[in-house]
């Protein structure tokens, strides 16, 4: 059963093949109509329960769209409606759906739900975003970066704000792919230990650095992530505000990175909070291109999940 749970538990010529193969997947589609099918359709008889106990807009309608473009069809499931929000357990509901489905993604709170949503089901089971990690999103980034400027590996990426779980999937990727890792916020909202532990013993490099200015110099990739997340209480909002403050990536702080440095955010955004309109609109952001990304990198972790 080939489950996409993490980036740090999936092997790396998997998660090298997944990019290469979204690449390739882009590139065939050639500009044409968004809702016209791929040439071939690997997922054709295929049908895909998307189940979000959270919202979203990318996850939702890359992955919708992606099932259809490769032949497949999908149903989309809120956590509210179903029976797992009213009692029945994951286990049960993991066992149920697979008799109905070839493939389950989830978006859910807690990490123990996709685990054990992984553990009973029969089906491959992809991690649409828990509260401690992201991949999917990763998945798309480094295919962005790789898309601009290149291999990833070796470069130096910048994280500035939140060490939330999007920052955990990127320190999941450098260890996996291979490149420098530096963090810049408040301590308080430092990444978790475990991330941390696991990126020292990577073999990369990996630092926690509380100036920003400074974390940046020499950076290829600047990046960052709303300041409060789906998950976190409303009460931290302006506490969360002021600490992270310091971190926002303007154009100040670009200046610093290398001249062809580029800049990510996985939206949605909290413009001139976490990073400026003249960022997010400038010449170093490719976050429009990121957000599309997720379409390509997901049919490549469908695929590889599925074997087709
Ligand atoms: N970046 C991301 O996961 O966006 P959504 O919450 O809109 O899915």
């Known amino acids: 059963m080939k489950h996409f749970l993490d980036i740090h538990t999936t092997a ?3 998660l090298r093949g997944m990019v290469d193969s979204a690449l390739s997947m882009k590139a065939a589609r050639n500009g044409r109509p968004k809702g016209t099918p791929d040439d071939d359709q690997p997922l054709a008889g295929h049908m895909v329960a998307l189940i979000f106990e959270k919202p979203s807009t990318r996850t939702r309608v890359s992955f919708d769209v992606g099932v259809r473009q490769m032949g ?50 029969t089906v491959p089971v992809i991690n649409g975003l828990t509260n401690r990690t992201h991949p999917c999103q990763i998945m ?83 990046v960052t992530d709303t300041w409060v997340s789906m998950h976190d209480p409303e009460s ?14 303007n154009e100040a702080l670009m200046e610093r990175a290398n001249p062809d440095a580029l800049f990510m955010h996985c939206l949605p955004a909290h413009r001139n909070d976490e990073a400026t309109s003249a960022v997010m609109d400038g010449p170093h952001s490719v976050i429009f291109d990121e957000a599309e990304n997720r379409l390509h990198a997901q049919k490549a972790v469908m695929r590889w999940c599925l074997g087709v």
Not at 86 to 111: C, K
Not at 174 to 199: K, M, V, Y
Request: contains cysteine.
């Open 72 to 121: 497949g069809q999908t149903m989309v499931l809120s956590g509210k409606e179903m029976q797992l929000g009213h009692g029945e357990t994951i286990a049960d509901t993991a066992r149920v759906l697979s008799r109905y489905v070839d493939l389950i993604m989830i978006r859910t709170f807690e990490e123990a739900t996709l685990h054990e949503m992984a553990e009973y089901a």
């Open 12 to 14: 790396k010529p998997e």
């Open 140 to 222: 798309a980034d480094i295919m962005t970066y790789e898309e601009k400027r290149g291999p990833i590996t070796g470069k130096k990426v910048v994280w500035a704000g939140d060490g939330n779980n999007v920052c955990a999937s990127f320190i999941h990727a450098a260890a996996q792919f291979g490149f420098d890792f530096t963090f810049t916020g408040p301590q308080t909202l430092d990444p978790e230990a475990e991330w941390q532990g696991l990126a020292r013993n990577a073999g990369i490099g990996f630092s926690i650095e509380r100036d920003p200015l400074k974390a940046v110099e020499g950076a290829d990739l600047v």
């Open 236 to 249: 931290a909002k302006e506490r969360r505000h002021n600490q992270l403050r310091p971190y926002q990536v």
